[in-house]
């Protein structure tokens, strides 16, 4: 979408924390291109903010339930729960006020206002506004504040094909229109949130019409060796969590260089790990020497762009992760993949306490159900299913192809002219699409 209005001579700010980085710049910049800071909220707007969503939190059984669920994955980053100004402002405040979204959106249009994004509109005067969503990342606010005020078009273009069941709890704030991934986001924003019909316009994934129309394979011998790995064997990729959300990966790395050293796969393999964003390998010093001559890896900070990740998505063998959207896009370039749906070597008493509760969640069900990765509970699916596509890779590509069907759209590739389009008539005051 970007690429599309830079093209055709758009003026375009792009407002990010990264516009003072030089690489940045140099990818995105050009003529009638514009950067300016993101400036960090106050503590007090981001207070408002929160006691707003706790006091618009929506009831409902379903959000409740992925609300339980993500609280078990985000409680290792919280502090201990303790009475709070919040909730001593929720408690003050009239049931009458506390539930009205009136109320808080004239709050927020008062408090979320400063002189810094004063000057920012008075300077560029926008046509139309693009976020990344419509108040789940908090800076996106004062934006959606501003949108309504001065009644400008906003876009969120949200990039999780869950966000409707997982990330948004409380009331959407009024005026945002979405340029959808599906129909099933459609109706989950309309029955869940109640957001207009609309206001929800399905376009399909920008984010993956690279991988669908644009991208063209490196040459498998020299992307593989750039990598430190052995073009003549298979690749497993393995997709590394965090520990503070997943910190069971020394173990699935260990089953799966266990089965490999031990050669238990049809074809001699290697295993490339790529650690997520802050995953340090240094923890796993140990499993990497001791395995060494089987394993490679890289970290996300230093291979970040869309033709590398592609590249090596399609090139591997087969991809393994644990509840990702990476193995969404190994689908995109016809890669078959396993979830890990257990925890290691640790057996948890309490269900609860395991991370195969996020497989609870409706997405997770729904992907399942088209057949295009396989869920494996234990190390011996988790063996039998990388051992099963080394052996024959076209295995579940009718699902694989039924998963990206289901996730985006027409999966055409035009998913950018679409937002593109809906942003002109929007401008335009025309039919959005």
């Given at each position: 979408t970007f690429k599309l209005f830079k093209a055709q001579g758009c003026r375009l700010v792009i407002i990010s924390p990264f516009g003072g980085d030089p690489d940045f710049r140099s990818e995105f910049g050009g003529k009638n291109v514009f950067f300016a800071n993101l400036e960090k909220l106050s503590r007090f707007q981001a207070s408002l903010m929160f006691i707003r969503n706790k006091a618009l939190q929506i009831k409902n059984p379903e959000l409740e339930e992925a609300d339980r669920i993500h609280g078990f994955i985000t409680r290792r980053y919280r502090k201990e729960s303790r009475l709070s100004f919040s909730d001593l402002a929720l408690f003050l405040l009239p049931g009458f006020l506390k539930r009205s979204s009136k109320f808080w959106d004239s709050l927020e249009g008062i408090f979320l206002k400063n002189r810094y994004y004063s000057k920012l509109f008075r300077d560029y005067q926008p046509s139309a506004m693009v976020l990344a969503s419509a108040g789940v990342e908090g800076n996106d606010v004062p934006f959606i504040v501003y949108g309504n005020s001065l009644k400008i078009p906003v876009i969120a273009m949200d990039s999780n094909i869950d966000v409707f069941t997982f990330r948004y709890f409380s009331k959407i704030r009024p005026g945002v229109i979405f340029a959808l991934f599906n129909e099933t986001q459609k109706e989950e924003a309309h029955a869940l949130q109640g957001v207009p019909y609309e206001r929800l316009i399905v376009t399909g994934a920008a984010r993956y019409d690279f991988s669908l129309r644009e991208f063209k394979p490196a040459p498998r011998e020299d992307f593989l060796k750039s990598l430190g790995l052995d073009p003549s064997k298979k690749v497993i990729t393995f997709g590394a969590k965090i520990p503070v959300m997943y910190p069971h990966s020394g173990d699935i790395m260990k089953i799966i260089l266990s089965a490999i050293s031990g050669k238990k796969f049809s074809a001699a393999s290697q295993l490339f790990i790529r650690f997520d964003p802050g995953h340090d390998p240094k923890l796993y010093e140990d499993i990497l020497n001791e395995y060494k001559g089987f394993v490679a890896w890289e970290r996300a900070e230093s291979a970040s762009d869309r033709e590398h990740i592609a590249n090596l998505l399609?090139?591997?063998?087969?991809?393994?992760?644990?509840?990702?959207?990476?193995?969404?896009?190994?689908?995109?370039?016809?890669?078959?993949?396993?979830?890990?749906?257990?925890?290691?070597?640790?057996?948890?008493?309490?269900?609860?306490?395991?991370?195969?509760?996020?497989?609870?969640?409706?997405?997770?069900?729904?992907?399942?159900?088209?057949?295009?990765?396989?869920?494996?509970?234990?190390?011996?699916?988790?063996?039998?299913?990388?051992?099963?596509?080394?052996?024959?890779?076209?295995?579940?590509?009718?699902?694989?192809?039924?998963?990206?069907?289901d996730i985006s759209y027409l999966a055409d590739g035009y998913a950018g002219e679409r937002v593109a389009r809906l942003i002109i008539n929007l401008i335009k005051n025309e039919p959005r699409l």
């Open positions: 399609y090139w591997s063998d087969v991809v393994v992760s644990i509840g990702s959207t990476f193995n969404v896009e190994a689908a995109l370039v016809g890669t078959p993949s396993v979830f890990i749906c257990f925890d290691g070597f640790q057996n948890y008493e309490n269900p609860n306490d395991s991370y195969r509760i996020i497989y609870e969640l409706d997405l997770f069900k729904r992907l399942k159900d088209t057949d295009g990765i396989v869920y494996a509970y234990n190390a011996e699916e988790t063996i039998k299913a990388i051992g099963d596509y080394l052996k024959n890779p076209d295995l579940d590509e009718t699902g694989r192809k039924k998963l990206v069907k």
